[in-house]
């Protein structure tokens, strides 16, 4: 049940749609403020932001009508319909807007754009998260009642009516994401000398890592309609820290070259992989060893967020030790002519 904070009319607002719209107007305010401390032009941050705010919420309802189809699509994107917003569509719509400014050049560095806002939306997810505290969605597995806030809520069950004491997955998730946006804007404000797009190149890997193993907790989370055994956050999650590896070790080889000992590496980080999706099997048919199948699965998902950044950083300090050698090179064809 949702709970409503106004009566306007015959108009009710509810406290989740209230939530929502500040976390949307903190990330906004976040990107605007990130973006200028590039030293850009606003021009592509006031460009950009109507239009990401657009593209979101047509590609979030139609997402979440996939997923929970109710009804024709025509009437999932009429918004005044029952239905939800599904949050992959959020980033679909951000990546977009960015690429559509770089396309018409009122960007001319793509990365630097995703980077404020992989920042801003962190801080976004984590408001938005708590909406949830106002209704029934994103709640987890029934828990003992000695387990108290913030691990668990009370919820009233829909078809019961009666009370039930399940893991505050939304909390969880809000935590996580505001740890991570933590992280990303000590990292952006840092002096270190870091490339553009790694900003946001680590959201997907530490935001990726915690939903493969929250979202696995939620009773109400999305699943292909050709499986309803997979979960379409935990597969996108999961491409999404697959990607992060891949950008990390290519980048690792093209500045040092290939040894024998990345390919350790990615064996390990390929067990990983396989570790944590076979733990989310294993949750799946053994409920009552949920603990034991999650912490694995966190120390399997641990394993991939370090490796990614050892990777990360082996590249730095092979593309600086090729940099050096190149201008120890130029000194000398310099000075012997």
Same mark, same amino acid.
């Given at each position: 049940?949702?709970?409503?904070?106004?009566?306007?009319?015959?108009?009710?607002?509810?406290?989740?749609?209230?939530?929502?719209?500040?976390?949307?107007?903190?990330?906004?305010?976040?990107?605007?403020?990130?973006?200028?401390?590039?030293?850009?032009?606003?021009?592509?941050?006031?460009?950009?932001?109507?239009?990401?705010?657009?593209?979101?919420?047509?590609?979030?309802?139609?997402?979440?009508?996939?997923?929970?189809?109710?009804?024709?699509?025509?009437?999932?994107?009429?918004?005044?319909?029952?239905?939800?917003?599904?949050?992959?569509?959020?980033?679909?719509?951000?990546?977009?807007?960015?690429?559509?400014?770089?396309?018409?050049?009122?960007?001319?560095?793509?990365?630097?754009?995703?980077?404020?806002?992989?920042?801003?939306?962190?801080?976004?997810?984590?408001?938005?998260?708590?909406?949830?505290?106002?209704?029934?969605?994103?709640?987890?597995?029934?828990?003992?009642?000695?387990?108290?806030?913030?691990?668990?809520?009370?919820?009233?069950?829909?078809?019961?009516?009666?009370?039930?004491?399940?893991?505050?997955?939304?909390?969880?998730? @809000? !935590? #996580?994401? =505001? $740890? *991570?946006?933590?992280?990303?804007?000590?990292?952006? +404000? %840092?002096?270190?000398? &870091?490339?553009? /797009?790694?900003?946001?190149?680590?959201?997907?890997?530490?935001?990726?890592?915690?939903?493969?193993?929250?979202?696995?907790?939620?009773?109400?989370?999305?699943?292909?309609?050709?499986?309803?055994?997979?979960?379409?956050?935990?597969?996108?999650?999961?491409? @999404? !820290? #697959?990607? =992060? $590896? *891949?950008?990390?070790?290519?980048?690792?080889?093209? +500045? %040092?070259?290939?040894? &024998?000992?990345? /390919?350790?590496?990615?064996?390990?980080?390929?067990?990983?992989?396989?570790?944590?999706?076979?733990?989310?099997?294993?949750?799946?048919?053994?409920?009552?060893?949920?603990?034991?199948?999650?912490?694995?699965?966190?120390?399997?998902?641990?394993?991939?967020?370090?490796? #990614?950044?050892?990777?990360?950083?082996?590249?730095?300090?092979?593309?600086?030790?090729?940099?050096?050698?190149?201008?120890?090179?130029?000194?000398?064809?310099?000075?012997?002519?």
């Amino acid at each position: 049940m949702e709970q409503i904070a106004l009566i306007i009319g015959d108009n009710y607002i509810y406290w989740s749609a209230v939530i929502r719209v500040m976390a949307a107007a903190a990330a906004i305010c976040a990107f605007f403020a990130l973006h200028l401390r590039t030293g850009k032009s606003p021009v592509a941050a006031l460009a950009g932001i109507p239009l990401a705010i657009i593209s979101s919420l047509v590609l979030s309802r139609m997402a979440s009508w996939y997923f929970h189809p109710e009804g024709t699509l025509k009437a999932a994107l009429e918004f005044s319909s029952p239905g939800g917003f599904a949050l992959m569509g959020v980033f679909a719509g951000c990546f977009l807007t960015a690429a559509f400014l770089r396309l018409v050049k009122l960007t001319d560095n793509l990365p630097q754009l995703l980077d404020c806002m992989a920042v801003s939306g962190a801080l976004g997810i984590a408001a938005g998260r708590l909406s949830s505290a106002f209704n029934a969605s994103d709640r987890g597995m029934i828990l003992p009642e000695t387990v108290g806030f913030p691990w668990a809520t009370v919820v009233q069950n829909p078809v019961s009516g009666m009370p039930e004491h399940r893991l505050a997955t939304f909390l969880l998730q @809000a !935590m #996580a994401a =505001c $740890v *991570i946006f933590v992280i990303l804007l000590l990292f952006a +404000a %840092g002096k270190r000398e &870091k490339k553009d /797009g790694d900003a946001c190149l680590l959201f997907l890997l530490f935001y990726g890592a915690s939903q493969v193993i929250l979202d696995s907790t939620r009773y109400d989370s999305l699943h292909f309609r050709s499986n309803g055994f997979i979960g379409a956050v935990q597969v996108l999650s999961a491409a @999404a !820290m #697959a990607l =992060c $590896v *891949i950008l990390f070790a290519v980048r690792m080889v093209r +500045a %040092g070259g290939w040894k &024998k000992w990345h /390919g350790v590496l990615w064996m390990f980080q390929a067990a990983c992989f396989g570790l944590a999706g076979y733990m989310e099997y294993y949750v799946q048919r053994h409920g009552h060893e949920a603990e034991f199948a999650y912490s694995i699965m966190g120390i399997a998902l641990l394993g991939i967020i370090l490796s #990614a950044l050892f990777t990360r950083s082996r590249a730095a300090v092979e593309q600086r030790n090729h940099d050096a050698w190149l201008l120890r090179i130029r000194r000398f064809q310099k000075e012997d002519t």
